[in-house]
């Protein structure tokens, strides 16, 4: 019984400290569709961890932002999730890395870290 109770405590402190750290990093979700993403450009703080979300809305894309180590297939529909702490400050451009279409060269991103 003692066993159990302890089992059960440990899964409540882990699923408690899942919750804190879900809320404490900021989400910026970006949609990406021939041929731009939308926002096409962020910001972000030196130092700080965010949660970039892509989701592809038409076709396959793929997003690359290699300053920051980002380069991700984007299937059609489906969400692909990457958590980023920018460590320098500058622009760091990126682009998608998936031809989509006549519009693909023009498919660019940018990342401001402030
Ligand atoms: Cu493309």
Redesign the pocket.
């Known amino acids: 019984m003692i066993r159990m109770l302890i089992a059960v405590t440990a899964i409540i402190f882990s699923t408690a400290n899942a919750v804190c750290a879900g809320t404490s990093v900021a989400v910026i979700e970006i949609h990406?569709a021939?041929?731009a993403f939308t926002p096409s450009e962020i910001t972000l703080k030196k130092g700080e961890t965010v949660e970039l979300v892509f989701v592809a809305d038409d076709v396959p894309?793929?997003i690359a932002v290699k300053g920051l180590g980002i380069d991700l297939e984007l299937p059609k529909h489906k969400a692909r999730r990457i958590f980023v702490t920018p460590e320098t400050i500058g622009d760091f451009p990126g682009?998608?890395?998936?031809?989509?279409?006549r519009?693909?060269d023009g498919?660019t991103f940018i990342v401001h870290v402030r």
Do not use: D, I, P, V
């Open positions: 990406a021939r041929y894309h793929g682009e998608c890395s998936h031809y989509c279409g519009g693909h498919m």
